[in-house]
């Protein structure tokens, strides 16, 4: 389906800057805590304000959000510092709630984009509104979910609709709170070109020192916004401590990123651009070929252990081999991690070559 045809319209509607920038806790815990941050944030990069009102806890126990009080504490805010102001909303009451107290942005939290019951009510409740709707990454890496959660709001004529890309969880310990697993998100990307695409820094890394990072990545891969959870007290947040960072760290962080454009139409650039891509192609092209000879020689060996009845797997020689691959491969710029993967895959490959003709 075609969710929307109009590209990206609602950044200009709502006069948002490039990359749009959302900003503030991750739970709104107190009116002085609201308006302190919120002015802090006004005259930046920072366009919509961002506060949980209710939040999703995975255990009963903490603390899950001030409920509707904190509506009227961003009302104020809004009022005071011009910025549009964003909730998550996770059933019809909250929908209904945001809707009375003139809440800008509505986005779906990554546990209520799992489930289409949810999806569907917030979806019924929002019916035909203006407001700007973003949709979170279902915890698990399920793109068809995460595209059936946008259609089913495009199919109740919402139209400023967006996606937030927030990473999966996984059971693996990584470096990550949860893994971006980019390829997932560039795929929504290029399947709905016309969909602005957010990154989430804070939820993928869960730490404040990786949002630099992270968040320059989402820009290299045109992005069009980063959603970052931004406190003034971080450490003693009620809720994702380890991940907030202050007003002052967050503008240290655009003054740092490296913005880009989406493409540049000067001549130049596009000349030089495509002719690296035909580079890119003839090498890839080569790539394939020289896999497809170093197999058919694999073939050969095959053939011949099994007219002298030896083992296909060779310890011992495979060992030589990657050792030497290694050394070389640092010679040219590759590094040791790159080489051990390549050539394991090649490896795995050959031996299955040598098993089909051992075995034929
Ligand atoms: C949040 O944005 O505070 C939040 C709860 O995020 P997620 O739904 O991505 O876990
Ligand atoms: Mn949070």
Request: aromatic share 6%; hydrophobic share 40%; net charge negative.
């Amino acid at each position: 389906m075609n969710i929307t045809t109009e590209n990206k319209k609602w950044l200009d509607d709502f006069n948002l800057n490039h990359p749009l920038v959302i900003a503030g806790p991750c739970s709104a815990e107190t009116e002085e805590q609201v308006l302190k941050i919120a002015h802090e944030l006004k005259n930046s990069d920072v366009s919509i304000f961002r506060a949980g009102i209710w939040k999703p806890r995975t255990r009963p126990g903490g603390f899950e959000g001030v409920g509707a009080i904190g509506l009227k504490w961003l009302q104020k805010a809004k009022a005071e510092t011009g910025l549009l102001m964003a909730i998550e909303v996770a059933n019809a009451t909250h929908v209904q709630l945001a809707l009375e107290h003139d809440i800008d942005v509505l986005w779906i939290g990554a546990r209520t984009t799992v489930n289409p019951f949810a999806v569907q009510e917030i979806a019924d409740a929002l019916k035909n509104t203006d407001k700007i709707v973003l949709v979170k990454n279902p915890v698990n890496p399920d793109l068809a979910l995460w595209i059936g959660g946008v259609e089913r709001l495009y199919n109740a004529g919402i139209k400023n609709l967006g996606v937030i890309h927030r990473g999966f969880s996984t059971y693996e310990k990584t470096k990550y709170r949860n893994i971006p697993e980019w390829q997932l998100a560039i795929e929504l990307q290029n399947r709905f070109p016309d969909l602005p695409l957010i990154c989430d820094p804070s939820h993928i890394t869960g730490k404040r020192d990786m949002i630099q990072e992270v968040s320059q990545q989402a820009l290299d891969l045109n992005y069009d916004g980063l959603i970052i959870e931004t406190h003034i007290d971080p450490d003693n947040a009620w809720s994702d401590a380890a991940q907030q960072v202050t007003p002052t760290v967050l503008k240290q962080i655009f003054k740092d990123l490296r913005i880009r454009k989406e493409t540049d139409n000067a001549d130049d650039y596009n000349n030089r651009l495509a002719k690296y891509r035909i580079d890119i192609d003839e090498y890839d092209t080569k790539l394939l070929e020289i896999l497809g000879k170093r197999m058919k020689v694999a073939d050969k060996i095959g053939a011949l252990k099994k007219e002298k009845n030896v083992a296909v797997l060779q310890n011992k020689r495979w060992n030589e081999i990657l050792g030497k691959m290694i050394l070389d491969g640092e010679e040219k710029g590759l590094s040791e991690e790159f080489i051990l993967k390549i050539f394991k895959a090649i490896h795995q490959e050959s031996i299955s070559h040598q098993e089909k003709i051992i075995n034929g």
